[in-house]
């Protein structure tokens, strides 16, 4: 009895999944560096539309569609940042931490970039209430992370 109970035990720690810190950075970076360049390539999206003009468009629904684009990349952004942190999460490495920690800034330019939006939307004879952008944003966010978390 006492070494069914020992086996039991074994085959359900060969079955759970790696604890927080155990996984080796070598195995870990390629996934965290995955999301880190989805984040840079969007903040670079980012950087873009803050350089340019508010875009015109003919009509309020074509502005609306454009911003609920511009919305869901930000949604994206934040969910690649979690997700990059996750990853890092499970290996002690603090260079690998560290690196999935350090984008974190593009948050904020993000929140500069729906500033920008709502002072467009003016514009546009409309309005863009930044408060339930952002709420929409953090509710919208596990549910991309589920959609772009790599398989194990």
């Known amino acids: 009895m006492r070494r069914l109970v020992v086996l039991a035990a074994a085959l359900g720690l060969a079955a759970t999944p790696a604890l927080a810190g155990d996984r080796p950075a070598a195995e870990v970076w390629p996934r965290v560096e ?3 360049r989805a984040v840079a390539e969007l903040a670079g999206h980012f950087d873009a539309v803050m350089q340019r003009a508010c875009p015109r468009f003919a009509t309020t629904a074509e502005w609306r569609t454009y911003v609920n684009g511009e919305v869901d990349r930000v949604v994206l952004l934040a969910a690649h ?4 942190w996750i990853e890092a999460k499970t290996t002690a490495d603090d260079t690998v ?3 999935a920690k350090a984008p974190r800034e593009r948050l904020d330019e993000a929140r500069a970039l729906t500033g920008k939006l ?3 939307a003016r514009a546009h004879g409309t309005t863009l209430e930044l408060a339930s952008l952002w709420r929409e944003v953090e509710r919208q966010v596990p549910r991309r992370q589920a959609e772009i978390r790599l398989p194990p």
């Open 34 to 36: 995955h999301h880190l």
């Open 81 to 84: 940042l979690e997700q990059a």
């Open 97 to 99: 931490r560290r690196a």
């Open 118 to 120: 709502a002072t467009c």
